[in-house]
C-alpha cells in the first residue's frame, strides 16, 4: 500500500507561478514513473508530465519550458514548478505513481489562473 498527498494548489494571477507537492508514504525510488495529470472543469484528465528514474521527464506540450519537475528524495516528495501559469492552466491536479506494480493516485489540489 502506497499513499500520495498533494498540496499546493491555490488562486493565481495569469503570469504568477505555483509549486506543487506529491508527497508519498513510501520510499520515493521504489514509485517509477511518477507522473502529473490535470483535468479541467468539463474535460478529460491530461497527462501533464511523466518522471522515470534513471530516464527523462516529459511534459506535455502545453506546458513544456514553464513546468518543471523535480523530486527531493529525502522527503519522499516531487514537486511541480509551474511558472508563467494561464488561465487555461486552470484544474485539479493530480499526482499518481506505480508503486509494486500497481498504480497509486493522489485526492487532488485545485488550481485557478484568474485575473
Known amino acids: 500500500q502506497m499513499h500520495l498527498v498533494e498540496s499546493g494548489g491555490g488562486l493565481v494571477q495569469p503570469g504568477g507561478s505555483l509549486r506543487l507537492s506529491c508527497a508519498a508514504s513510501r520510499n520515493i525510488f521504489n514509485i517509477n514513473p511518477m507522473d502529473w495529470y490535470r483535468q479541467a472543469p468539463g474535460k478529460q484528465r491530461e497527462l501533464v508530465a511523466r518522471f522515470v528514474w534513471g530516464g527523462t521527464t516529459n511534459y506535455g506540450d502545453s506546458v513544456k519550458g514553464r513546468f518543471t519537475v523535480s523530486t527531493d528524495n529525502a522527503e519522499n516528495t516531487m514537486y511541480l514548478q509551474m511558472n508563467n501559469l494561464k488561465p487555461e492552466d486552470t484544474g485539479d491536479y493530480y499526482c499518481?505513481?506505480?508503486?509494486?506494480?500497481?498504480?497509486?493516485w493522489g485526492q487532488g489540489t485545485q488550481v485557478t489562473v484568474s485575473s
Open positions: 499518481s505513481g506505480v508503486y509494486r506494480g500497481s498504480t497509486y
